[in-house]
Nanobody, 129 residues
Framework: QVHLVESGGGLVQAGGSLRLSCAAS????????MGWFRQAPGKEREFVAG????????YYADSAKGRFTISRDNAKNTVYLQMNSLKPEDTAVYYC??????????????????????WGQGTQVTVSS
């Protein structure tokens, strides 16, 4: 059974940094895309960043570009999200996800929820102004 467990969330002041981690267990996902989504109160869950299995392809939402960095350690079956220059509007529950299917295109990074198969329980990130 697959489990994704996020950690690293918390309360931080605007301009601060947090590093989220997501450890996968039950399967090895080194060949599969992983990603981060977030959901703010009263809003739809939205894509933040995604990374292909090899780490060679990465894609960010516009809101994350230049401030967030996604990375992965396949030996640890773990994906990370380094978040810098945090803003109050980054406040949300952040979810880790993994796709358990191959992608035909070598360059495509999934950005839609239905393109992913397993989800973590989420970790709260709160940015105070």
């Amino acid at each position: 059974q697959v489990h994704l467990v996020e950690s690293g969330g918390g309360l931080v002041q605007a301009g601060g940094s947090l590093r989220l981690s997501c450890a996968a267990s039950g399967r090895t996902f080194s060949s599969y895309a992983m990603g981060w989504f977030r959901q703010a109160p009263g809003k739809e869950r939205e894509f933040v960043a995604g990374i292909r299995g090899s780490g060679g392809r990465i894609y960010y939402a516009d809101s994350a570009k230049g401030r967030f960095t996604i990375s992965r350690d396949n030996a640890k079956n773990t994906v990370y999200l380094q978040m810098n220059s945090l803003k109050p509007e980054d406040t949300a529950v952040y979810y880790c996800t993994v796709r358990d299917r191959t992608i035909l295109s070598s360059s495509y990074v999934p950005t839609y929820q239905h393109e992913y198969d397993y989800w973590g329980q989420g970790t709260q990130v709160t940015v105070s102004s």
